[in-house]
């Protein structure tokens, strides 16, 4: 009875550890795999690339040059060239960094399936946008422009640098920031620095928006600079 009660134990041992053993194989020949591969290195770093952008996206990575002849490599590493981006069509760069030492450029296609504006009717130069200028349509951000605006806070209280068509997709280059003072326009001053604060009154000598710079006469025929600030305020710091 002893023997017969100890040999399921010491017949089963032998089968537990060859499982275990060839499962971890599996998942340590899966891991290797797909860090010694190019295209999943690719896959990987556009993924993480792209993962803020404004919508839905999906990439498509295309043929390297046919011709090209890659010594082995074991670890790679995507970059992307200076002056690109992760938008539309673009080229993603991959560097070997061993045991071979290269650096080839892959042709990509990054589509983002998204909402962007387009004016809701014909838009004037020099006019203010309101929530009821624009419109909502969806498409390929990638298509478009990356500077293409997808956020109504980004076009309203803003005014057009020049005319904007019906249906046309706005731009930021399209539009600037509202001005907060105008040229001529009287301004209070306030003036602040290592313990004082003072306050007067004066005319802007030019147009500003919030945050800009703008040159304000005193009575006194002073002329000083400060930030635009929304109410006619001008912050002079010293």
Known sequence: MPATSRAPQHSGWPLLVTLVALALLGLASRGVGAQTTLPAALDDYLRTQTA?????????????????????????EPFLP???RLWGKTTVGVRCLGPGRWTVYVPVQVRIAGHYLVAARQLAPGQVV??????????????????????????????????VAA??????ELL???????????????????????????????????GQVVQVRTA???????????????????
């Open 176 to 210: 600037s920031a509202a001005l907060v003072v105008q040229q001529g326009q009287s301004v209070k001053l306030h003036s602040s620095g290592a313990g004082f604060s003072v306050s007067n009154e004066g005319k802007a000598l030019n147009n500003a928006a919030e």
């Open 167 to 172: 249906g046309q997709p706005l731009r930021s």
């Open 82 to 84: 200076s002056g690109s």
């Open 52 to 76: 803020g952008l404004p919508g839905t996206v999906t990439f498509q990575i295309g043929q390297l040059d046919r011709h090209a002849r890659l010594a082995a490599c074991d670890a790679f």
């Open 220 to 238: 006194s025929g002073q002329v000083v600079s400060g930030i635009a600030r929304p109410g006619a305020i001008v912050e002079v710091s010293y």
């Open 130 to 163: 309101g929530a009821a200028d624009l419109l909502p349509q969806g498409g390929d951000l990638g298509a478009l422009p990356a500077n293409t605006l997808t956020d109504p806070a980004q076009a309203i209280g803003k005014t057009t640098r020049q005319a």
